[in-house]
């Protein structure tokens, strides 16, 4: 699905990025930003495709998140982040 090659291909920029400037005191770890404005159900990725990603990041990028900032969620993302 396009938001899989999307995400994939974000990360992979991103974490080149990170490791080009390595030698700089940067540790390789990337901030995850997800912001909710507007969010709805009617526009959220379908819930296989979530799944996937997850799938993803966590058997291809298992290091490489350094902190995660969710903006605005609603109140489900916000009982599930509590729940990980």
């Known amino acids: 699905e396009d938001t899989m090659l999307h995400t994939v291909y974000c990360i992979e920029r991103a974490a080149a990025c990170a490791d080009r ?24 990725p379908k819930l296989r495709t979530l799944k996937a990603i997850a799938r993803v990041l966590q058997d291809h990028y298992p290091e490489r998140l350094g902190r995660a900032i969710l903006v605005n969620p609603p109140v489900q993302v916000i009982a599930l982040w509590r729940s990980l």
């Open 21 to 44: 400037s390595q030698g700089k005191a940067a540790d390789g770890k990337l901030t995850l930003l997800i912001d909710f404005n507007g969010y709805s159900r009617r526009n959220r």
